[in-house]
């Protein structure tokens, strides 16, 4: 019997500890333009997505996290999952949106925020290359951000912020703005994390809030087994990984590594494919 993945509460919505990543399902492989190509050929319908939605949806795991709002094809391919599989999907959105301080842009922006609510988004934050254009580090501040949040709350939707840089994090929790979770890069690599592994480990760790932690593996840099045995290791019992995965079987194997870093033991999964293979490098991590 699959069993349901542990979950969290997030402003009072409860999520799975694992959040549905959507960058090789959408084409951002921070690979290549040629790997981007690749997934984009892959997935170009909504039914091409449904095998890995089935995959993470058969342990519980019905949170996707994206720009759905902003990608007609993300939308189609969420909608499609739900009516396949008979499951609502709660949306983690995460638009871009103008942040110019003009009365047009922030009519913009209350038209991106209107749309992630009209979609039916649970959660709406703050895509990092919008937000991060208002961080202003040597007042330890997010300028303006207060009145996106508002904006978020007018709509019904639960506000945060997707964060590149580790700084937002803290300045959100030295100001009170009004979040209730946050975005933030956390992987054994240090990938696109600006500041040491450790640093980004105490941010989070001090976090008032929930933290949804992005790019696990380092957008393949390093092994899941790898990448989400140090995650789940550090990690407070309240925060998520966001996991994405180009193929159901990506999916349930990432899931089993997740399932048995938490449970301590090890995971049941094969060894990997090699030419040749002879003495410990056959391992077989089933047996």
Same mark, same amino acid.
């Given at each position: 019997?699959?069993? +349901? ?22 084409? *951002? ?20 997505? *449904?095998?890995?939605?089935? &995959? #993470? ?22 909608? *499609?999952?739900? +009516? ?23 009519? +913009? ?38 009145? *996106? ?21 803290? #300045?959100?929790?030295?100001?009170? #703005? ?22 980004? #480990? ?42 994405? &995965? ?16 938490? +449970? ?24």
């Amino acid at each position: 019997m699959i069993k +349901e993945f542990p979950r969290t509460e997030v402003g009072g919505v409860s999520l799975p500890r694992i959040l549905i990543g959507t960058n090789w399902l959408l084409g *951002y492989s921070h690979t290549s333009a040629a790997a981007d190509k690749g997934i984009k050929e892959k997935f170009a319908k909504p039914d091409d997505f *449904y095998p890995v939605f089935e &995959a #993470y949806l058969d342990y519980g795991i019905d949170a996707v996290m994206g720009p759905i709002s902003t990608n007609p094809l993300a939308l189609a391919a969420v909608r *499609y999952a739900e +009516e396949k599989s008979g499951r609502k999907i709660i949306i983690i959105d995460t638009p871009g949106m103008n942040v110019d301080d003009s009365a047009q842009a922030r009519a +913009e922006a209350r038209k991106v925020i209107k749309n992630s609510a009209d979609i039916g988004s649970a959660f709406c934050l703050i895509h990092h290359s919008s937000m991060e254009q208002l961080v202003n580090k040597n007042l330890r501040q997010i300028v303006r951000l207060p009145d *996106y949040l508002s904006m978020i709350r007018d709509e019904g939707l639960l506000p945060g912020l997707s964060a590149h840089m580790p700084e937002a994090v803290q #300045y959100c929790d030295l100001n009170n #703005y009004d979040v209730v979770t946050y975005i933030q890069i956390f992987n054994c690599m240090g990938f696109l994390m600006q500041i040491e592994v450790e640093g980004v #480990y105490n941010i989070i760790r001090n976090a008032k809030h929930p933290v949804m932690t992005i790019k696990p593996f380092a957008a393949g840099r390093c092994t899941p087994f790898v990448g989400l045995n140090f995650n789940w290791s550090v990690l407070r019992d309240q925060d998520m990984i966001t996991v994405g &995965a180009s193929s159901a079987a990506e999916a349930r194997e990432d899931i089993e590594i997740s399932l048995a870093a938490l +449970e301590r033991r090890p995971p049941k999964i094969e060894g990997r494919s090699s030419p040749f293979k002879q003495g410990v490098l056959g391992h077989d991590m089933t047996k």
